[in-house]
T-cell receptor, first 111, second 111 residues
Framework: GEDVEQSLFLSVREGDSSVINCTYT??????LYWYKQEPGAGLQLLTY?????DMKQDQRLTVLLNKKDKHLSLRIADTQTGDSAIYFC???????????FGKGTKLSVKP | DVKVTQSSRYLVKRTGEKVFLECVQD?????MFWYRQDPGLGLRLIYF???????EKGDIPEGYSVSREKKERFSLILESASTNQTSMYLC??????????FGQGTRLTVV
């Protein structure tokens, strides 16, 4: 079946850039998403990218998509302690349009 | 703003009890989803629904059922709760061309 892989943990210092990586398997994915989950809360959409794009920038967030390698990344510039959360990569699979989630990357930001 | 509301943030139930988790969305979305989230396992799809009275099994439907009598409401039912169903349950909704919007989650403990 379809699969989305991402590393489970990332630790950075405040002010540094964070890069969270993700790989997916469904080459027919139309949209790819990044969701953020703060402790005890549901998931909140951070940003998304359409599969015919290779980059999208939104303030401190940059999404890069390498469709050939099925690799997606999220870069957070000037990472702040408030960015500490779990970040989920998700692909919208081609057949039924359901979202397939990775296991989430827990980002810890040290002061 | 889209709102997806789950009826409870925290629930404690006894083994063998019948448990209802309710989810309501206010944006007339066609699709609704129930996931469970467990440490190290990410989000796993339990059931989803494309329309009123329609339901489809996700990846882990065993021990669960669902009900969608009205478009705005999607209920998850644990017929006989067991301790291995202790988890965070997340409801989501979307229409055909939008991202998924999540509720705040229900943390269920089965004792």
């Amino acid at each position: 079946g379809e699969d989305v892989e991402q590393s489970l943990f990332l630790s950075v210092r405040e002010g540094d850039s964070s890069v969270i990586n993700c790989t997916y398997t469904d080459s027919s994915s139309t949209y790819l998403y990044w969701y953020k989950q703060e402790p005890g809360a549901g998931l909140q959409l951070l940003t998304y990218i359409f599969s015919n794009m290779d980059m999208k920038q939104d303030q401190r967030l940059t999404v890069l998509l390498n469709k050939k390698d099925k690799h997606l990344s999220l870069r957070i510039a000037d990472t702040q302690t408030g960015d500490s959360a779990i970040y989920f990569c998700a692909e919208r699979e081609g057949s039924q349009g359901n979202l397939i989630f990775g296991k989430g990357t827990k980002l810890s930001v040290k002061p | 703003d889209v709102k997806v509301t789950q009826s409870s943030r925290y629930l404690v139930k006894r083994t063998g009890e019948k448990v209802f988790l309710e989810c309501v969305q206010d944006m007339d979305h066609e699709n609704m989803f129930w996931y469970r989230q467990d440490p190290g396992l990410g989000l796993r799809l339990i059931y989803f629904s494309y329309d009123v009275k329609m339901k489809e099994k996700g990846d882990i439907p065993e021990g669960y059922s669902v009900s969608r009598e009205k478009k705005e409401r999607f209920s998850l039912i644990l017929e006989s709760a067991s301790t291995n169903q202790t988890s965070m349950y997340l409801c989501a909704s979307r229409s055909l061309n939008t991202e998924a919007f999540f509720g705040q989650g229900t943390r269920l403990t089965v004792v």
